[in-house]
């Protein structure tokens, strides 16, 4: 059994009630459908325990990263009506290596679905045709590194959604003067960093043709980020 261990950054996590019962996996599944789980902060098991994040998101280095991947990702795969892309809100479970998180972006391609390696999971008791969380192995996970949880973001994570057969792995960092942006590609159980071109070009096996981060300063002095794609 893996060491149980919780995880927590930021002062506000000390407010944070999580049930005894919840720090078992299907505990804290339970917890996860209940009314008492928090609607804000990032809240996730894995590698045998809790991880907590109860930090606000900073806008700069990462809400705007985010809206601008999940956009132009959006767009990619609406275009041939390959699947359907999420946003941090989506619960990410997966039952064999007791996993459930909420990535920054999910990729979930239909014929992953049609494979059985992706359900859709209905609210417990509710509408079988809403949809509440993701089960199984979608096709591309992103994170976007916090200062907040670095550690988590560039080591723990990785391995977990390893473990779980994610086929791809897209790892940003804006925070620094630098903007790093690195797709990695699962391979004898772990991710391989796909090289990227010399003008920052990165292949995507699982989504096809090339992508590309960049940003650019706008009026105000603030970034602007763009991903963009050129298929093969």
């Known amino acids: 059994m893996a060491r149980r261990h919780e995880m927590a950054w930021e002062d506000d996590v000390e407010s944070l009630r999580i049930p005894a019962s919840a720090h078992t996996f299907e505990g804290f599944l339970h917890w996860l459908e209940?009314?008492?789980?928090?609607?804000?902060g990032r809240i996730d098991?894995?590698?045998?325990?809790?991880?907590?994040?109860?930090s606000p998101e900073d806008v700069g280095s990462h809400g705007v990263v985010k809206v601008a991947l999940s956009t132009a990702l959006q767009i990619v795969v609406s275009?041939?009506?390959?699947?359907?892309?999420?946003?941090?809100s989506t619960q990410v479970i997966h039952i064999d290596t007791q996993l459930s998180v909420e990535p920054d972006v999910v990729v979930a391609l239909w014929e992953t679905f049609e494979s059985g390696r992706l359900r859709r999971v209905p609210p417990a008791g509710g509408d079988p045709r809403r949809t509440v969380a993701v089960e199984g192995a979608?096709?591309?996970?992103?994170?976007?590194?916090?200062?907040?949880s670095v550690q988590k973001d560039t080591k723990q994570l990785p391995r977990a959604y390893a473990a779980a057969g994610i086929p791809e792995f897209w790892l940003v960092d804006a925070r620094g003067s630098r903007l790093q942006f690195q797709i990695n590609a699962?391979?004898?159980?772990?991710?391989?960093?796909?090289?990227?071109?010399?003008?920052?070009?990165?292949?995507?096996?699982?989504?096809g043709g090339r992508f590309r981060l960049v940003r650019?300063?706008?009026?105000?002095a603030t970034w602007r980020y763009v991903l963009e794609h050129r298929a093969d």
């Open 186 to 207: 699962l391979e004898d159980g772990g991710y391989v960093p796909l090289p990227a071109e010399a003008d920052g070009w990165s292949t995507s096996p699982a989504l």
């Open 138 to 148: 979608p096709d591309v996970v992103v994170e976007i590194v916090s200062p907040s």
């Open 216 to 220: 650019h300063r706008t009026r105000m």
């Open 45 to 54: 098991f894995l590698e045998g325990g809790i991880a907590a994040d109860m």
């Open 34 to 40: 209940s009314d008492d789980f928090p609607v804000s």
């Open 79 to 88: 275009e041939q009506d390959r699947g359907e892309v999420y946003s941090d």
